[in-house]
């Protein structure tokens, strides 16, 4: 398993801007990391140590509470996303009818560990828990496509789709 495989730091000039912008106007609001932290989501996609690090400068708070604001929620991502988003259901009824291997297989396939984006930028892979689509276990969705009553023997097929 190729660990720590991650798409370089591409942030440009701009963003940092709108970031840098956005902070100024609000770094006297109370409890303002939070949605310092979900606005730059939103600037970049995800929050790699970078921009965690302007965030902290701005707001003047250390680097480790920024962090740990980070890594503590659920809704933040500290690795990029890839173009085509790939998540594995591994809820009660999904994992129950094999998803976890399901999950397993794609890691290998992809060279990736869960939460990672491969290299090229073209897939990233998550586990989730429920998609609603029990009936239809195990599941995966890769962006909007959901695929179902999955057995691992598909997804050579599925991934070269995209």
């Given at each position: 398993?190729?660990?720590?495989?991650?798409?370089?730091?591409?942030?440009?000039?701009?963003?940092?801007?709108?970031?840098?912008?956005?902070?100024?106007?609000?770094?006297?609001?109370?409890?303002?990391?939070?949605?310092?932290?979900?606005?730059?989501?939103?600037?970049?996609?995800?929050?790699?140590?970078?921009?965690?690090?302007?965030?902290?400068e701005e707001l003047d708070m250390p680097l480790e509470e920024i962090y740990g604001i980070a890594t503590f929620y659920a809704q933040f991502s500290l690795n990029p996303k890839g173009q085509y988003k790939i998540s594995v259901c591994l809820g009660t009824a999904c994992y129950v009818k094999g998803s976890g291997k399901i999950y397993e297989k794609l890691q290998e396939k992809l060279g990736i560990a869960g939460g990672e984006c491969t290299p090229d930028g073209k897939f990233s892979l998550d586990a989730c828990r429920c998609v609603g689509a029990c009936g239809l276990a195990p599941v995966m969705t890769v962006n909007d496509d959901v695929y179902g009553r999955l057995t691992g023997d598909e997804l050579d097929e599925i991934l070269a789709k995209y």
């Amino acid at each position: 398993m190729a660990r720590g495989t991650t798409v370089p730091f591409k942030g440009t000039p701009e963003q940092e801007q709108q970031l840098r912008a956005w902070l100024a106007e609000h770094k006297d609001m109370p409890g303002a990391a939070m949605p310092a932290l979900q606005y730059a989501q939103e600037v970049y996609g995800y929050l790699p140590i970078e921009v965690q690090r302007i965030v902290a400068e701005e707001l003047d708070m250390p680097l480790e509470e920024i962090y740990g604001i980070a890594t503590f929620y659920a809704q933040f991502s500290l690795n990029p996303k890839g173009q085509y988003k790939i998540s594995v259901c591994l809820g009660t009824a999904c994992y129950v009818k094999g998803s976890g291997k399901i999950y397993e297989k794609l890691q290998e396939k992809l060279g990736i560990a869960g939460g990672e984006c491969t290299p090229d930028g073209k897939f990233s892979l998550d586990a989730c828990r429920c998609v609603g689509a029990c009936g239809l276990a195990p599941v995966m969705t890769v962006n909007d496509d959901v695929y179902g009553r999955l057995t691992g023997d598909e997804l050579d097929e599925i991934l070269a789709k995209y």
